[in-house]
């Protein structure tokens, strides 16, 4: 028999018969009325549970993980505000189930069994995934997130205070609101979650605002393993800057009790606080998992004999709230209610074509207020005396300082955050001064965590900020890049458009650069980025380039709610000969404000039939080859990308209509690199011969062979004579 089935008579059983487990007393603040209402959430949440796999087992549902055990959540939401951003566990249906009772209008029965039955008319994510999640109930959606929604959670905490200080033009959350996110004992081991508390303790210590509520739903086990008993109260109750409080989840009036207590310190204090709810687990991990494959049948029999409802149920009889019939019959008619949704429910459409499934990908633009950039006045006081160099040739981080300048003018929503941004300017100098210019606030020294940093980011997007989050170096990207995969990218995919995360981050990367770091400081691979759905790519490779797609893809982010990564290579930040020393062929003046360079805009020098399309340093190490290349009589027009993702195709095919034969020249390596795709569109839609030049599959070293294993210039050459006398 299913252990819900169990569950389910044994919780009937035990209540007509008045035999439920023995407890505590209902005692606190929690009065009748909202004892009622949450243990109605309970019931109703349990059966939804119950019906989904009902209808998974009837081939009707595809529902995977359940809420049961974990009703005592339902207490908690009631100890909050509605328009507390919540940010939940995937076992928070009771959460969802009691805060719809606090919002008019909202029917949950019929939301969230249609996106168990995955109907394209779930609300949330149009039959797209089973997530927890409501627009109108202030939830992001989640799935079966292991932590990551923790640090963009610590982000929106932090974005309340900010957003008192400088609000913007799409603020969401409440100045005295607060931001609860929960997760399970499991879950608090992972080092996304031990990050994100950390960064919120390391921010309260300081006495920055961080009004952070974190909920640990403790069943004491994670998939198969167990948690030590104790584990989570001793490595949480004692850490610098965040109050702990602890509750018997299985009783909704000490749960609401310390929830409510908990929340009151949050609101007032602007401080973060950490939740421990002990709890159950009842039917194993997901619809799947049988746990009795794993477990001696004592512990989980334990368990459902620890049953939350019966305690509820309990609580109620013994204060006299309700009679053992009147808990029966709300539990009666939240089954009947599921029960007759569940039969429309899996008549209502479904997703089918490609085009159904990826429509939300690309987030929905949004109605911005005009700007029409700082006058000169503002420009005068914040550029300084760097105004009087705006019309002489400069090296690209110069220019990208400028063009951050201008756009921290123009958009006041717009914040940078990231390790060293601040104070020191960067470590190549591309954010100095703007600290003095916008201040901290703006421009935020983030702790060491890459994940803190896009989790913030992510945050402060929530609460209508433009964040421009700075990755130090590429290779540092892989600590976090789950944030953009799993969170940033997706969210928009998971909650039909109605969710999203626009941010332009920046980050200094690719190879070339002389005696510093090897293979940590010079990554060549892109391939991490470049399969994510939705996401776009944009690497300028010279100054004047890279102001004016800075400020489109601030557009991009500000207006269209895109993920835009900004990769800014590093060995040419400070570049400024082209073939001799001190030639200065690679500066560039630095372009009026109102010049852009649209997305999938290619740039193409020459008109020769030898075509080179690069980007990056490979560009610049084209134009270098294209003199050698001249001088013996090969022609050429070297085409500049600018934009790997989405691949500007339409560009480079109208850039290579006249020419003979075809050179991808790429510095990032032979395995995952844009070569691969550019070789394909060009097998796909081109007659021309071609061939490609790529990167070696390899790390990069430190000293003198530092490019040995990436394009050169004579290697360009090289290749191209090869292909230019090939038949």
């Known amino acids: 028999m299913d252990r819900a089935d169990v569950v389910d008579q044994a919780f009937r059983q035990r209540l007509n018969t008045n035999d439920l487990p023995q407890g505590g007393v209902a005692t606190g603040p929690l009065d009748a009325t909202e004892a009622v209402t ?69 029917t949950p029965t019929w939301d969230m069994l249609l996106s ?55 603020k969401v959350l409440a100045d005295d609101s607060i931001v609860m996110c929960s997760f399970g004992d499991a879950s608090s081991n992972h080092s996304t979650a031990q990050g994100a508390i950390n960064s919120a303790c390391w921010t309260s210590y300081q006495s920055v605002p961080m009004p952070m509520l974190f909920v640990c739903e403790d069943n004491g086990i994670g998939i198969s393993t167990r948690t030590p008993r104790g584990w989570v109260g001793a490595n949480y109750s004692k850490r610098p ?116 499934v990826m429509a939300s990908l690309i987030p929905p633009k949004r109605a911005c207020a005009p700007s029409n950039g700082p006058s000169a006045a503002e420009r005068d006081a914040a550029f300084g005396s760097d105004v009087k160099q705006l019309e002489t040739p400069q090296h690209m981080s110069r220019l990208l300082n400028w063009a951050l300048t201008d756009l921290m003018l123009e958009h006041g929503e717009l914040v940078m955050m990231g390790e060293d941004v601040g104070r020191k300017g960067g470590v190549y100098g591309v954010t100095q001064k703007l600290i003095d210019r916008f201040g901290a606030d703006r421009m935020i020294d983030t702790l060491l965590d890459e994940q803190s940093i896009l989790g913030l980011a992510m945050g402060m997007a929530h609460n209508g900020f433009l964040p421009m989050p700075e990755i130090q ?29 626009p941010m332009v981050l920046r980050i200094a990367g690719l190879g070339y650069q002389k005696g510093f770091g090897g293979h940590f400081h010079n990554d060549n691979s892109l391939a991490v980025l470049r399969d994510i759905p939705g996401v776009i ?109 989405p691949l500007p195709k339409e560009g480079i095919l109208q850039a290579i209509d006249g020419a003979e034969k075809v050179l991808v020249v790429d510095e990032c390596r032979t395995t995952g690199s844009q070569s691969e795709a550019l070789m394909a569109m ?46």
Not at 319 to 345: M, Q
Request: aromatic share 8%; proline share 5%; glycine share 8%.
């Open 241 to 356: 800057g965040l109050k702990y409080f602890h509750a018997n989840g299985l009783d909704i009036f000490d749960t609401y009790r310390a929830a409510r207590k908990a929340a009151a310190y949050v609101r007032t204090c602007r401080k973060p606080a950490f939740l421990h709810l002990t709890l159950v687990r009842l039917y194993g991990h997901a619809g799947s998992d049988l746990q009795q494959a794993y477990l001696p049948k004592k512990v989980f029999e334990d368990w459902e004999a620890d049953d939350p409802l019966m305690h509820s149920a309990r609580l109620l009889i013994d204060a006299g709230i309700l009679s053992s019939k009147e808990a029966l019959r709300i539990y009666d008619e939240a089954e009947a209610r599921c029960e007759r949704v569940a039969a429309e429910v899996v008549t209502r459409p479904r997703l089918k074509s490609a085009g159904d």
């Open 38 to 106: 949450i243990f109605r959430a309970q019931c109703l949440s349990r059966n939804l549970d119950r019906r989904s796999r009902k209808m998974q087992a009837a081939g009707q549902g595809y529902y995977t993980i359940g809420s049961s055990g974990h009703e005592g959540m339902a207490a908690v939401a009631a100890a909050l505000r509605p328009d507390d951003m919540a940010f939940l566990h995937y076992r928070d249906g009771a959460f969802q189930t009691m805060r719809s009772a606090q919002v008019p209008g909202v």
């Open 116 to 170: 168990f039955a995955t109907s394209r008319e779930d609300p949330m994510s149009g039959g797209r995934h089973k997530v927890l999640g409501s627009k109108a109930l202030n939830i992001p959606p989640q799935t079966s997130t292991i932590a990551s929604h923790l640090p963009k959670a610590v982000g929106a905490a932090y974005s309340i205070g900010l957003a008192k200080r400088h609000s913007p033009e799409h």
């Open 537 to 645: 790519i944009a690497c300028p490779s010279n100054g004047e380039d890279g102001a004016k797609m800075l400020r489109e893809c601030v557009r991009l982010a500000r207006e269209e709610q895109r993920v835009v990564v900004f990769v800014e290579p590093i060995a040419l930040y400070p570049m400024r000969d082209l073939h001799e020393e001190k030639d200065g062929g690679w500066l560039r003046r630095y372009p009026s404000p109102d010049q852009i360079i649209s997305l999938g805009e290619v740039g193409v020098t020459g008109d020769g039939p030898l075509a080179i399309v690069t980007y990056g340093n490979g560009h610049y190490l084209s134009q270098q080859a294209a003199r050698i290349l001249s001088e013996q009589g090969i022609e050429t027009r070297i085409i500049d990308m600018r934009w790997l993702a």
């Open 473 to 501: 170096f590429l290779a540092y990207l892989h600590n976090a890049e789950d944030q953009i995969r799993g969170e940033a990218a997706t969210l928009s995919f998971f909650s039909n458009g109605q969710f999203t995360n």
């Open 682 to 727: 060009l097998a796909e839609n081109c007659s021309l011969p071609f061939a490609r030049l790529a990167a070696e599959d390899s790390f990069i070293a430190t000293g003198p062979a530092y490019a040995a294993t990436m394009p050169s210039r004579d290697s360009i050459v090289d290749a191209a004579q090869t292909l230019w006398s090939s038949s």
